[in-house]
Nanobody
Framework: EVQLQAFGGGWVQTGGSLRLSCAAS????????IGWFRQVPGKERERVACIGSSDGSSMYARSVKGRFTISTDIAKNTVYLQMNTLKPEDTAVYYC??????????????WGKGTLVTVSS
């Protein structure tokens, strides 16, 4: 059974940093695409960052590029999202997701429960 569990959400002031972690089980971690999404109530879920399964390359949403960094620790089966220079518009529930094939959208195969990030102005 595949399980993804995200940690690390919380409250931070504008300009601050947070690091999210997502522990995965039931997957061959270096053979999957894995990433982070976020969602604000009333809006569509947005892909924030993802690492592809084919070459391990990272991709970022334009709104977070240069501020967020996705990384993996294969030994720990964990993916991280380092979030720096946070803005109020980064406030959302953040989800990790994985897929055997590609960094897709909301059609990625496996999802963890979300963790809330709140950035105060």
């Amino acid at each position: 059974e595949v399980q993804l569990q995200a940690f690390g959400g919380g409250w931070v002031q504008t300009g601050g940093s947070l690091r999210l972690s997502c522990a995965a089980s039931g997957l061959i971690f270096d053979d999957i695409a894995i990433g982070w999404f976020r969602q604000v109530p009333g809006k569509e879920r947005e892909r924030v960052a993802c690492i592809g399964s084919s070459d391990g390359s990272s991709m970022y949403a334009r709104s977070v590029k240069g501020r967020f960094t996705i990384s993996t620790d294969i030994a720990k089966n964990t993916v991280y999202l380092q979030m720096n220079t946070l803005k109020p518009e980064d406030t959302a529930v953040y989800y990790c997701a994985a897929d055997p094939d590609t960094c897709g959208g909301v059609d990625m195969a496996y999802w963890g429960k979300g963790t809330l990030v709140t950035v105060s102005s």
